[in-house]
């Protein structure tokens, strides 16, 4: 019995937005370890984009959000990982529904920890996905 090839995943990600900055966690993962990234993760059975981010970012940080809004969607494909995969990345954006309220680290053995991080002063190395979009020049925040 040949094994099934593996198929592409769904990912919903949130850049997370507060005055200039962007929610930024460094990973502990198999796949883009130690690189910043935004939080996120699998589209469940059922789920909406937003639905999806909203439960992610809950259970990553407990933090909860409003005005989720859809931005884009890119293609990435991981060859060189220990274990090759296949994501369409959906990415959002949304704010604090509680400007005070502060990430906790609640998977700690998927990331490293969460911090603000201005837009124009990002942390190296982004992930993969998100570091094509800065060159690219994607800028998140709504007043562009
Ligand atoms: P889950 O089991 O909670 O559903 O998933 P997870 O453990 O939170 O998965 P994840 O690695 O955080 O996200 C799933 C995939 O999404 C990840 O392997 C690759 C893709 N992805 C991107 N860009 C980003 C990003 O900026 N952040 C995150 N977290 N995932 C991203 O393509
Ligand atoms: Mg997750
Ligand atoms: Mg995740």
Same mark, same amino acid.
């Given at each position: 019995?040949?094994?099934?090839?593996?198929?592409?995943?769904?990912?919903?990600? +949130?850049?997370?937005?507060?005055? &200039?900055?962007?929610?930024? !966690?460094?990973? #502990?993962?198999?796949?883009? $370890?130690?690189?910043?990234?935004?939080?996120?993760?699998?589209?469940?059975?059922?789920?909406?984009?937003?639905?999806?981010a909203?439960? &992610?970012?809950?259970?990553e940080? !407990?933090? &909860?959000?409003?005005?989720?809004?859809?931005?884009?969607?890119?293609?990435? /494909?991981?060859?060189?990982?220990?274990?090759? #995969?296949?994501?369409?990345? /959906?990415?959002?954006?949304?704010?604090?529904? $509680?400007?005070?309220q502060?990430?906790?680290? +609640?998977?700690?053995?998927?990331?490293?920890?969460?911090?603000?991080?201005?837009? $124009?002063?990002?942390?190296?190395?982004?992930?993969?996905?998100?570091?094509?979009?800065?060159?690219?020049?994607?800028?998140?925040?709504?007043?562009?």
């Open positions: 019995n040949a094994a099934k090839p593996p198929a592409p995943r769904v990912a919903v990600v +949130l850049f997370l937005l507060k005055d &200039e900055s962007v929610l930024l !966690g460094r990973r #502990c993962s198999s796949v883009g $370890d130690s690189t910043f990234a935004l939080p996120g993760g699998h589209l469940e059975f059922g789920e909406s984009f937003e639905e999806c909203a439960r &992610e970012l809950k259970e940080t !407990g933090l &909860e959000i409003n005005k989720t809004e859809l931005l884009t969607v890119t293609n990435n /494909v991981f060859l060189e990982e220990p274990k090759p #995969c296949h994501y369409v990345t /959906v990415f959002l954006r949304a704010n604090l529904a $509680d400007p005070e502060v990430p906790q680290n +609640l998977e700690p053995e998927k990331c490293y920890g969460w911090d603000w991080y201005a837009w $124009d002063n990002l942390p190296n190395p982004l992930f993969l996905p998100l570091e094509k979009m800065v060159k690219s020049g994607f800028n998140p925040f709504p007043d562009h």
